[in-house]
Every structure is written in C-alpha cells, then in structure tokens.
C-alpha cells in the first residue's frame, strides 16, 4: 500500500538534516529524498558529506529515494527573455555546464545507493512549443548518459519550466522514448499552475511516470497560487490516489508541501499534510 512507499524531502521538514531525519524515523515513513543538506544544494556535496549523509540515513532504517537535483533549470538561451523558479541555492549557469553537473550528479546518486534523479525543462519560454525539438534534443542527450551509467532521470512538472504541466512533461518523455527518462507527477504543481490536476494531468501523465510528489495548492481570489495541507486545495487527493493503485502504480511517493503555516515552521506544516494524508489514506 501507499504507507509502504511513503517519504519525505528532507528540507521540507528542517534545514538540520539530523532532525529531519530523526523527524521522518519518528512518523514511520520508509525513505527520503535529498534536496538541500544543511544549506547546501545536494549537487555540491563532496565525497565525504555523501558518505557521511548515507550512513546518517541508513542509520535510522531509511533509504534514500532519489536526488530532487536542480538540473537544467536554466535558460535554453540566455539571450531571451524566459521564466524562473527556485533553484535552491544554484546560481544560472549555461546548458553546457548543468550537463558537467550530471555527471557529478549521477555519482552522487550512486554513492547514495539510488538510481533516480529528478530533473527539469529548462526555464519556460514565452512559446515552449517553438522550441520543443531543442529542448527533446537535450533531454535526449541527457537520458543517453544516464542509460549508460545505469540511473533513471525523472522530468518533473514545473509550471516555471517547458515541461510545465502533465500534458508537455509526457510529450517530451514520449519524444525521447528512453527508459532512462520518466515523468515525475507532482499533482499539486499542476493545481498550483491553475490547471486541473485529477483527472485531465494524470490522464496525460499516467503512463510515463516513475515517481509522485505529494502536494495541494490552489489559486487565491487575487489569482495567485499557495500551496496548502493535503486534501485543503484543488487537488482531489483521494481520487488521485485511488487511481494510481487501480492502475497498478508501483512506485514511491514523497511529501513536498511547500506549506508553512502562519506562525509555524516546516515541520509543523508538512506534519500537517502528513496527518491530513493519514485520514485520506484510510479512505483509499
């Protein structure tokens, strides 16, 4: 069932990786994910923070699902005028050196006993669609590498990215046709994109992906997004996931909520949708 495959990123939890850690222990979750370490962005870990890292999991009866990496967020061409996101920490660099940092990446992920790397688009353009071949040439090149040295890339929909939303993340997979890229379903991104999550995004998505995210969001009256508990927003959350288990989904799921409650901190807002996905769970 769900609860099997259930995890957390770490820093949605405390910017102290021993505590988000001890955190996740404590509520029985199975794994997490690796975004920021301390401050620092999982892409520029050392050799020994990585070791020192996954004896720290694995000490506590946790494995490590996947790197949340901030590949290819960066412009296609610098020279135009595109969107931006959250890069946690990394500064803008060119196509040529994200690609430099898959390498790194890849062995990283490796040292940490996991295969899977979340990935992105590069930032959107005013016209994705105008520029689709370059961006399936790219994550072509990308999904080449990652085939040879034996990892999954998992393209995350990002609505600051070309691959913003279910229905463009899919076509790229599609276009790539590599077993070395799949779709990460981050239901709550589409929602906090304006568009409808379940059932239209995972309709597109339902066959490509190899990971979820777990997220609600919805759009305020003076139109912009928030992210709030699971089950609080316009993400139907249980039909979501009855879905996925009708369809034979097999793979793991990860907390990112992105909520802080006023007043609170991030503990206290993921602790929130992990109590709120508890009761969800027992209706699925």
Not at 142 to 168: D, I, R, T
């Amino acid at each position: 069932m769900i609860w099997e495959r259930l995890g957390v990123l770490t820093d949605e939890v405390s910017a102290h990786f021993e505590e988000a850690l001890d955190w996740a222990a404590e509520q029985g979750l199975k794994h997490v994910e690796i975004r920021v370490i301390n401050g620092q962005n999982a892409a520029d870990l050392d050799n020994e923070q990585v070791s020192e890292i996954r004896r720290q999991v694995e000490a506590r009866g946790l494995f490590i699902s996947a790197i949340a990496s901030p590949l290819f967020k960066c412009a296609l061409d610098p020279s135009r005028q595109v969107a931006a996101g959250d890069t946690f920490g990394q500064r803008e660099e060119s196509v040529q050196s994200h690609f430099a940092k898959l390498d790194r990446v890849i062995t990283i992920a490796k040292m940490l006993g996991t295969t899977r790397i979340r990935i992105f688009s590069f930032w959107r353009e005013a016209d994705p669609a105008l520029h689709r071949d370059e961006i399936v040439r790219y994550m072509q090149q990308a999904a080449v590498v990652a085939e040879v040295q034996g990892v999954q890339l998992l393209l995350e929909n990002e609505p600051a990215c070309n691959g913003g939303y279910a229905e463009e993340v899919a076509a790229i997979v599609r276009a790539v046709a590599s077993p070395a890229l799949r779709g990460l379903w981050d239901p709550g991104n589409e929602a906090y994109g304006g568009l409808e999550a379940f059932p239209a995004g995972y309709a597109a998505m339902k066959d490509v992906l190899a990971h979820v995210h777990l997220k609600d969001a919805y759009i305020r009256e003076d139109g912009q997004p928030h992210c709030v508990p699971l089950g609080s927003g316009n993400v139907p959350v249980i039909a979501q996931l009855k879905a996925l288990l009708a369809d034979d989904y097999n793979g793991l799921f990860t907390i990112e909520t992105h909520y802080v409650p006023v007043g609170g901190n991030q503990m206290m807002g993921t602790l929130m949708s992990l109590q709120a996905l508890r009761v969800l769970m027992s209706e699925v």
